[in-house]
């Protein structure tokens, strides 16, 4: 990691003088959305008008509806910058019940990426892109400039939260932060089991040689080594896994290959992974998706 990556804990997720509404007024006034958060570090209930869904929801929901309730209801679309809001007479219960603040990353041109525990913290150490981090109670907040759909365990211990979720504001962190990268962007795909081995086959040639990377620094016998290991890794996921384990293998091979002068034939070593993909079932577009964002993943980290 670099020094940008290291982080320090900051003096809490409110306002020095403790006070959340004062928190949530800083950050309105810088642009960032927020909300009040209760006992649980969870919004507060909709109101009896808005309860079960009564009201239809509110216009910037997935599925807009009509409600302008004043209150602090449906979570993270009721975060808000506007400081008449924040201070007006339906919201000062729930901050005088407040026990931190809330913010809606996407609201903000934000993606938080959630990592719960150490084991996960580990993982992006090594495969992301240094960021603005902040350290939450069991682990870290990563924090990306762009906003992307939200999701939630697109790995262990990881979520990814950004339109149409909430976090918890626990300081500002420290740490650069970088834009949203593809590798965060490809956390969201979701993979379907993959289909009993024998079901699809694949028609991709296996291509890659001497004759396709002049450029690259490495022995043939070195590539080929590395090569065969990760189809095999990626062949033996016989049940699911293979699209995320060709990203994977994708992202590693080209990172070898990062002060290579090149050419180094990196697209007939993912035709090549694509294949193996595909052989145990993987859709062919799934597989191509997966292995383009591996290798572009590994030239964003190299950069």
């Known amino acids: 990691m670099t020094p940008d990556c290291k982080t320090r ?3 809490g997720g409110n306002h020095p003088d403790g006070n959340a509404l004062r928190t949530a007024l800083d950050l309105a006034a810088a642009g960032v959305p927020v909300l009040p958060l209760r006992e649980g570090k969870v919004p507060f209930g909709n109101c009896r008008a808005c309860a079960g869904g009564a009201c239809g ?3 910037n929901m997935k599925n807009a509806g009509p409600c302008r309730c004043p209150a602090p209801c449906h979570a993270w679309a009721a975060a808000t910058t506007d400081p008449q809001v924040i201070l007006s007479p339906a919201w000062a219960s729930a901050w005088r019940e407040a026990v931190c603040v809330g913010y809606h990353p996407g609201g903000a041109g934000l993606t938080v990426v959630d990592l719960d525990n150490a084991a996960a913290v580990s993982w992006a150490r090594e495969t992301l892109p240094c960021t603005r ?3 939450t109670t069991r682990g870290q907040h990563w924090i990306y400039r762009g906003a992307m759909t939200s999701h939630n365990a697109v790995r262990p211990g990881v979520d990814v939260k950004s339109l149409m979720s909430y976090a918890r504001w626990l300081g500002p962190g420290s740490g650069t932060m970088t834009d ?3 590798v965060v962007r490809a956390l969201a795909v979701k993979e379907e089991t993959t289909p009993a081995p024998g079901e699809v086959v694949s028609s991709l040639p296996a291509t890659w040689d001497r004759t396709v990377a002049t450029g690259c620094r ?3 016998r070195y590539v080929r080594t590395g090569l065969e290991r990760g189809l095999a890794k990626v062949r033996s996921r ?3 896994g293979a699209g995320s384990q060709a990203f994977g293998v994708a992202r590693f091979l080209a990172a070898q290959h990062a002060d290579c002068p090149g050419p180094c034939g990196l697209e007939a070593i993912g035709e090549e992974i694509v294949a193996a993909a595909v052989s145990v079932g993987v859709p ?6 997966a292995v383009a964002n591996g290798l572009e993943a590994a030239s964003e980290r190299a950069a």
């Open 9 to 11: 804990r900051p003096g």
């Open 180 to 182: 949203l990268p593809r």
């Open 57 to 59: 929801g509110r216009p």
């Open 238 to 240: 016989i049940e699911s």
């Open 133 to 135: 981090t902040v350290p």
């Open 218 to 220: 490495h022995t043939e």
């Open 284 to 289: 062919e577009a799934y597989a191509r998706r």
